[in-house]
């Protein structure tokens, strides 16, 4: 239900899932969000792809052939080789969502040949990222949240309550039942904020200001850890004086805040230091400096000497750390394709990750042809029509595409765009690789089925290694059965499938275990916390940049803010029968000064427009939101057919970001989805 992947218990009766709550030995003691509960109904839903389908009409037009799964798969092999043999291996791109699972996916891409492997994060986290290693040499999971034993937390642009991921709501819950501190930063009050003992309400787009008042306001009056910065910061000097014109009276100014409370603020992490977790951000994919806002808190956080500290942001341990060896990677079945990634990134663009690449690149080159032809494309968890904005221009660039598949469990407009739509099991009815979870008590988890698939679909790693046979690609065709995939990742752990069984999981560790910072080394070039990154020096962009305000909004226009809800999972929930009904549509908050000033009340049914779309929702009139911006959730608007419950109902915001593929942060890659504005009018 939702890439957190929280574990959980399901309990079948005859053949029938009936209950589904958070695991007991997972930690969660029964505990799970709504959506989790809903995977009954998705289990249930018939609204959903039942068998392979072959598209028989014009792309999007929704004309399919029902077809078997051995004729889909030859079809899909036939067609890939097919490309393969006009434009190469790397002519065929994957995108992917990022998270435990992914090594199975890289697999088949490198046993394709391609480079051109990429997940979801150029629209989610990936300033976090490129931030993380900017500063630490280490990526955003290089560090752990340690919220049990946090004294203060800051949330930017993070809404923990409702954005959730159940662990972290109760170990910061936990925490704040023990005297922990709460402080947000947001451009509306949100759950988490009403639980907040500080809340700023910033301008949007302002957070880089506020962020370097704080550093200010820490070095000025001598708040951050002295010893600390001296054992690991490089070029702190540097920062002091870049920060000095920052002062809390001028970030009073841009952001729309008290400069006293911003300085009474920098007093209480003080005192809680180095407990403190000031939270990197995980959705940023907003503004065209949200690279530099991730990058001034990890920075804050090294100020306060919580980087590596037990209760800030701990070092994320694998199993070596335990003293353990670690899953056998599926990947290094193949050797890494020598031919250079079509997003440019890591040649063209040599500051960026490689790993999973960035997608809004990748599209580009297959609408340019620059640097090759790209003519393939599998989009696997992924509705890049509805992730990505602009889906009118997307659609133009999938026109230069000879194959486009989809394998998902739920229809979405990629799917429904597709040539070919593979019906993935639901995660209640297939087993899936064995992932390993980092932390400061890391661990392998294993997701075992509940339920054979009720329609026609299939695993992935049934998929997969199915494809590979076909494609004769050799050591991934020689997996036989999930049982076979196990053994392999196991086989130097010196575990056996049979001690998954009970838990669901393994702990490589019983107690959580600490880095002594004394000793450790940072990953940058330099092992230090890097204030001025060599990295983004030799790609000539700025390890301080000034600060620039945000464009103000044209007249009578909002900037778009968007987020999520605990109801629903980006845009895949809405059609599922029990959330619909609980949340059928996204209102549309507004500020009640220029709503008055628009004649709008609050529960009007209101027209959101801008760049040629238009829809209706009801408006949310209230002082809870900045009067610069509107706030709606993700994932409504939905126009498919196939969707009766989700159909037309709500505002599609990636529609109201025309252009904005070619939009983004220079520095940290991601695009920036808010760097766009809207009209708001009572609906007629
Ligand atoms: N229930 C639920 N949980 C989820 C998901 C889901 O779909 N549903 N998705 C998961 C995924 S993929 C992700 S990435 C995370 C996302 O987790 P978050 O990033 O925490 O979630 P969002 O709601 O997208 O955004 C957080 C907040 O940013 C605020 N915001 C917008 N503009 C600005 C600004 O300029 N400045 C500041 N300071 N705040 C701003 C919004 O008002 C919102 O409250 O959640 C994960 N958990
Ligand atoms: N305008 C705008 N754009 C956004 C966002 C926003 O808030 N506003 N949020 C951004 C964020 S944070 C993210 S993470 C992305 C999310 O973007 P996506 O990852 O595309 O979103 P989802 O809806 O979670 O999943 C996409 C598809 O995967 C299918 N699916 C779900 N689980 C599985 C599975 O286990 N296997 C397979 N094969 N398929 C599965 C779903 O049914 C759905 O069709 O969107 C980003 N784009
Ligand atoms: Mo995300």
New binding site residues.
Partial sequence: M??VRCPIEVHVEGGEVVHIEGSHPGGLNGSLCPRGGAGVALLNDSERPQQPLIRIGERGEGRWRQASWNEALSHVADKLMDVINRHGNRSVLFSD?GGPFPDLHKAFVKGLGSPNYCN?DA???RNVQHSAKSVMGLGRKGVSYDLKNAKHVVTQTRNIFEAINVSEVKNLTQALNSGCKLTVIDVRTTLTAAKAHNFFMVKPGSDYAFNLAVINTLIQKDLYDIDFVKKHFKDFDALVSFVQPYTAEWAGGECGIEPAKLVAFCKQLAEAAPQVIWHPG??T?RFKDSFYVSRTAYIINGLLGSLGAKGGLAITNKAKDCGKKGLKALADLFPKPEEKRADGVGWRYKHFDGGPGLLHLAFKAIETEDPYPVKAYIA?????L????DPDALRKVFDKLDLLIS??????D??WYSDVVLP?ST?LERESIIAHKGGVKPKFFLRQRAVPPRYRSMA?WEIFTKLAKLMNMGPLAKFDSIEDIWKYQLEDTGLTISDFKEKGQVGLTDKPIYRDMDKFKWGSPSGKLEVISEVLEKAKLPSLKPYEPPQPPPDGQFRIT???CALH????TVNNPLLNEAMPINPIWINSLPAAHLGIKDGDQVEVSGNGYKAVSKAYVTDMVHPDCIFML??FGHKLPVESRAYGKGVA??EL?KGGLDIWDPAGGAIA?QEHFVSVKKAQ
Wanted: overall charge neutral; proline content about 5%.
């Fill in positions: 939702c890439t969502r979801h629209s989610c986290a995980w959705n994919a696997y968890r992924h509705d890049p509805m992730a990505m904005p394998i998902t469990f739920s229809w979405s990629t799917a993935l995660y992935e968007f987020g999520r999972t980006q845009g895949h993700h994932g915001d990636h970001m989805l």
